[in-house]
Nanobody, 129 residues
Framework: QVQLVESGGGLVQAGGSLRLSCAAS??????????MGWFRQAPGKERELVAA????????YYADSVKARFTISRDSAKNTVYLQMNSLKPEDTAVYYC????????????????????WGQGTQVTVSS
């Protein structure tokens, strides 16, 4: 079993920044076996993929709505994936979830929620106007 624990959410004014962290752990867990993603879900809306990164960090994906504002990265030494969010907008308000995709094909980035095997509990991000 894999545990994912998000942190770093909070309340910020429009134009501000936040950095989300997701620490991964588990029995016999190997971080390099997982591609990672950040999803978000706003009230009344479907969960959507915001950003994702391959197991080696060489390939990334961003939703059009966050390109040039958000950056995903991973630190294998800390088993942690990050989401740096800059120039935040009120429409970024949502619960943000970290997710892990086990043993994906090389360079493949899963974009659908049901392709991910493990999920964190979520962290609230609220952007005020």
């Amino acid at each position: 079993q894999v545990q994912l624990v998000e942190s770093g959410g909070g309340l910020v004014q429009a134009g501000g920044s936040l950095r989300l962290s997701c620490a991964a752990s588990g029995r016999s867990f190997s971080f390099s076996n997982y591609a990672m993603g950040w999803f978000r879900q706003a009230p009344g809306k479907e969960r959507e993929l915001v950003a994702a990164i391959t197991w080696n960090g060489l390939n990334t994906y961003y939703a059009d709505s966050v390109k040039a504002r958000f950056t995903i990265s991973r630190d294998s030494a800390k088993n942690t994936v990050y989401l740096q969010m800059n120039s935040l907008k009120p429409e970024d308000t949502a619960v943000y979830y970290c997710a892990a995709n086990r043993n994906p094909p090389p360079r493949y980035i899963a974009t659908m929620a049901d392709e991910y095997d493990y999920w964190g509990q979520g962290t609230q991000v609220t952007v005020s106007s």
